[in-house]
C-alpha cells in the first residue's frame, strides 16, 4: 500500500518533491522553448536567403510597349 | 576512435540522431520515475529516519547527477579545446544549465533533508562545500561564456574554466573519505556490494536512471537548440553582408 503520510516530517518531504517536480518543468519548458526558438528563428532567415536568391520574374510589359 | 562520437561529430547525423533519441529518452525518464516513484511511497518508513528517507530519492541521483553532468561538461570541453569541434563545445554549453540545476536541486533538496535529521539547513563540512564549488563552477562556466562577446575567446576561456573544475569532482566524491562529515561513506557504489536495504535500493535506482534518461533527452534538446543558435548567426551574417 502507497504511503503518502509523511508526519511529522511532511514539512520538509512534500516541499522536496514540489521543488524537484518545478526544477524538471523549468528545465523541459527552457529546453524546449529554447530549441524552438532557435529552429523558427532559422526557418525564417532560411525563407530570406531563399527569396534572396532567386532570381526575379521578368517585370510585366508597360503600357506603352503593349500592342 | 569511440564510433558513437565519432558518429555524433557530424552535425547532420546528429541532428537526425537527436531527432529521435530526445522524445525516446523523454518517455523512458517519465516510465522510470513513474515506477521509482511507485516504489519509493511504497517502501515502509526506515527506523531512524522515519518519512524523510523518501527524500534520497529524490536527493541521491540529483547529486550523482550533478557529478555526472559536469564529467560530461569537461569531457565536451576538452573536446572543443584540442580539437575545435563546433559540436563538443555546443554540448558542452547545453550541459552546463542542466548541471547548475541538478547541482541546486541536490543543495535544496540536501538542506530540507539535513534541517530534521542533523538540526540544521546547512553545515560547512566538506561535502556539501565541495558540492556547494561545483554549482559555483557551473555558474561560473555560464557567466564567462555570456560575459564575452568573441564566441571562440569565450568558448575557449569557459572550456579552460570546465577542466580547472573537474579536479573538483574528487573532492565532491572522497569529501567523506577524507574528512569527518555529517554525511555517510558510501554505501551504493562500493567495492563488496551496496549496503542500502533493497526496499530502498531499486527505487533509487531507478529514480537514479529516470534522472539520466530525463538528462539524456534535455541535452540533446539543448544541444539542437545550439545548433538551430549557431546557423541561424551564420544566416544573420550571411544577410547582413548581402
Redesign the interface.
Known amino acids: ?10 514539512a ?2 512534500w ?3 514540489a ?2 517536480a518545478l ?2 518543468v ?3 519548458v ?3 522553448s ?6 523558427a ?2 526557418e525564417a ?2 525563407q ?2 531563399l527569396l ?1 536568391e532567386a532570381p526575379r520574374p521578368p517585370a510585366p510589359p508597360s503600357e506603352a510597349s503593349a500592342p | 576512435m569511440i564510433p558513437v562520437p565519432a558518429f555524433l561529430f557530424n552535425p547532420e547525423r546528429f541532428m537526425a540522431f537527436s531527432r529521435w533519441a530526445a522524445p525516446m529518452f523523454g518517455g523512458l525518464a517519465v516510465l522510470l520515475a513513474l515506477a521509482g516513484l ?1 516504489l519509493g ?5 526506515d527506523y531512524q529516519q ?3 528517507v ?2 534520497m530519492f ?2 541521491v541521483p ?1 547529486a550523482w547527477m550533478s557529478m555526472f553532468v559536469y564529467s560530461c561538461l569537461g569531457v565536451a570541453s576538452f573536446l572543443s579545446l584540442v580539437f575545435r569541434h563546433a559540436l563538443a563545445d555546443a554540448a558542452a554549453q547545453a550541459a552546463a ?2 548541471g547548475a ?1 541538478f547541482t ?2 541536490a543543495l ?2 540536501g538542506s ?2 539535513g ?2 535529521m542533523w538540526g540544521a539547513w546547512w553545515v560547512w563540512d566538506a561535502r556539501m562545500t565541495s558540492v556547494l564549488v561545483l554549482f559555483l563552477f557551473y555558474v561560473a562556466y555560464m557567466a564567462l561564456r555570456a560575459a564575452l562577446d568573441d564566441e571562440t575567446k569565450a568558448a575557449r576561456a569557459a572550456a579552460i574554466l570546465a577542466l580547472v573544475g573537474l579536479l573538483n569532482l574528487p573532492i565532491v566524491k572522497f569529501s567523506v573519505d577524507w574528512w569527518n562529515s555529517l554525511h555517510q561513506g558510501a554505501s551504493v557504489f562500493r567495492f563488496d556490494g551496496p549496503t542500502v536495504a533493497d526496499v530502498f535500493l531499486y527505487p533509487l535506482i531507478l529514480m537514479a536512471l529516470a534522472y539520466m534518461s ?1 538528462f539524456g533527452s ?1 541535452w540533446l ?2 544541444i ?3 545548433v ?2 549557431r ?2 548567426d551564420v ?2 551574417q ?2 547582413a553582408r ?1
Request: aromatic share 12%; net charge positive.
Open positions: 500500500m502507497l504511503d503518502f503520510d509523511a508526519s511529522p516530517y511532511g520538509y518531504v516541499p522536496a518533491f521543488i524537484t526544477v524538471f523549468g528545465m523541459i527552457s529546453a524546449l529554447h530549441a524552438r526558438h532557435w529552429r528563428r532559422t532567415l532560411r530570406i536567403a534572396a | 511507485y511511497f511504497l517502501a515502509p518508513e522515519g518519512d524523510t523518501r527524500i529524490i536527493h540529483a544549465p542542466l540545476a541546486g536541486l535544496i533538496t530540507l533533508w534541517r530534521p530525463a534535455l534538446l539543448r539542437r537548440g545550439e538551430w543558435r546557423r541561424a544566416l544573420a550571411r544577410a548581402a
